[in-house]
């Protein structure tokens, strides 16, 4: 447990960090042109009247300082998020209402593309320049080349118009009535998409991180001792290898929570992306500073949780924390 | 030729089909092109947008309106003619001056949660949108009422409206999301989270609300309402409603049998389903896209301007090149099947010639036109000013950000020469005499002639339809000579099925684009 020393003094500044994040939220949606009261007031915004008490009402009368104290004040205390104007919901209820479906979105793609990932590389490190090693590279390039929407419009065209077997739009909660299954079947066509593009990603970063792992002597070493090749490459070479594979990982996990907006809106996928985009559309500035500052925490949190790993895997890294 | 055309459109169906459906139920169509409703079954309708609310009052995207109109009954609606009549009310009946209205209700209707309807409920519920801690956005608009009495007592089914100013829109406000009445018993249970527990008196009841993912309705069985065969409504056991935001997706979606109709404002949409088989309800004429022209300086003080300007604008093209063609032109500040529309006083058609005529005579026009981006603003736009340039004007285009350009077009004196706009057309005339009255803040262009004041006025102070129709179809022909405004095409709104599962949806609501009362859907096989 040498790391413990190291991680807590990166505490702080991960606090520092998500201030100054929801700090420059505040301000940039202050900054935003356009104005919630014509939203909301529409063909009434020609009113001053209107306008002026809608203003007082919001609180958007007071001084820019005191409100966003008394915003992070109220997040701090009592987590409190305060209310949407567009919807006169809770944005606490609208974000612990979309987190789970894009939580489970990342979490089902993510592991998904690793176990995919990890024996694809192995192999095509292991064989390098083969036949099967060219096709994989190949076809991960092909991967990374399409983009999402259109991964998504030909998996619909494929597997729910011809095919019929995902639904091509829906999310069923697994709390729902038809349980799991019917969870899992409407995830299927947008966590493919992902899987893609991921898979993709990580076989070719970690191939190549292994080629080079596998240059070096103590896999000779290894080798030369007679222990068996998967024994070599997934006890020796693996764990040195999978650096840069941690690193676009955890970074991931962050902007896979932005980047499935494209997915969550095309799927009608209720996740956070969307009510990202349907908020700012409205000019609803609560439920985006709610948001993002879910975002920023989710993001701080994992690459945390990665710098733990890091010194986990590489004695290295304790050692200059320490220093 | 129509049957014809109903025969082979009936047969391809027949083709698309996978066997399941009755062969009878076609037959049946052909012949009764409405079809016979039948009771039973369920639909899945594929919505827009996700729900904003359930509440009362505040509904108002289309997604919102299948669903509260699901929910509950709105106190009166328009007819087939046009015509506003009592609906949950069973009479509703104006003082000379139009400021007292006197209401009686339906007697022995129920909420869903068995509360009575009664004059209590109507009293508590008006008081609640009222209230600005209910954050309606109808607020605004019920604050006319002034008081409310209930001479038969609060269990009785009189309640007397004194307004506070006379309005002969009363009863048009009755029949929009003001007039859904919600279960007084429901809003003191949950309070606060009434929104998510909406308990009205409509045909159906809410039976599970997911945001973003799902709202199910079930039959209400004991709804006051039959058809005209004496059927009892709603048709459908169930009705779930399924928000999925890319207009693509909802026809992917249909066409995988993932939901059995769903709604699009996208016109391109509509086409391209009506292109793979599917039957379109089109809903259109209840706002448009106009152009407004600042009146109170050059170059559009001069109604020449306005007029070369109306006359170089080649709608159909627009149609076609911006909607695939299936929207209507529009030539009128009413929509083509409001009764109050007059069909002898239309703007101009599409005439290069007088336009270039006028603009020579004028000695040029130049002129800026602002927009919000959109992208189809922009397409819009850039027709209009090819079509401007062909004649001889100047025209620059300009995008401005929905906030400034609302600050630009509402500031004093308007700071714009022209500008594009979306206006709605409602069948209560009255709502066009803010836009048309000397002075007034909802006077965009800066139209003023005293005679038209003079009419807008006397079209407010009386009910008597006749009378009405003559007064606004003498302000159609100035306005028409006169052009304050020149709209473009008036919106569409489709309701997208496939009609050898649904039966043809009922008609759109008045007010309310392409929003159908969700108890008259029904499914061909029941």
Redesign the interface.
Known sequence: MQWVPAVLRRLPKLVLVVLIVSFLTFCLTELLPGDPVNTILGSEAGNPESVAALRAELGLDEPFLERYVDYISGVVTDFDLGRAYSSNFEVKELLTNRLPATIELILLAQVISLLLAIPLALFGAYRADSRADRAITASAFGLISVPNFAMAVFLVYVFSLQLDWFPAVGYDRITGPEGIGANLRSVALPVAVLVAGLTAVYTRLLRSDLIATLQEDFILMARSKGLPTWHVMVRHALRPSSFSLLTVFGINFGTLIGGTVILEYFFAIPGIGGLAVESITKRDYLAVQGVVLVVAVAFVLVNFLVDILYSILDPRVRRAGAA | VLLGLTLIAAACGGDDDDGGAAPDGNTDDTEQPEGTPVKGGELVF?TE??V??LDAG?AAQPADKVITLGIYDPLTTYNEDGEIEPYLAETLTGSDDLQTYEMTLRDGVTFHDDTPLNADAVVKHFNRMKD?AT?C?CQ?SVSIIESMETPDGPEGLAVTFHLATPSVAFPDLLARSEGYVESPAAVAQHGADY?NHPVGTGPFELAEF?????VVLTANPDYWKTDENGIQLPYLDKLTI?????TG??L??L????IDIFQTADSGTVAQAEESGFTAQKISGSSSTIILMNISKPPFNDVRARQALAYAINKDVINERVYSGVRTPSYSGFATDSPYFNEDAQTPKYDPERAEELVNELGGLEFELVCIPTPEADQILQLVKQMGEAVGMKITLSSQ????Y?NRI?SKGGDYEAACFRNNHFIEPDQIRAGLTTDD??NLVFYSNPEVDELLDRGRQTADFDERKEIYDEVQVITTEELPTITTLYDLFGNVYDEDIVGPPPPGEANSLGAIKPGYLYRVDG
Request: proline share 16%; aromatic share 2%.
């Open positions: 594929g947008s996700d904003a609310t505040a600005p954050g956005p605004g929104k997911t945001p973003g993912e799902r399924r928000p999925i935001p890319d997706q909802r992917a979606a066409q995988a049998g993932d950000e929905q906030g400034a609302v509402f803040p909802g």
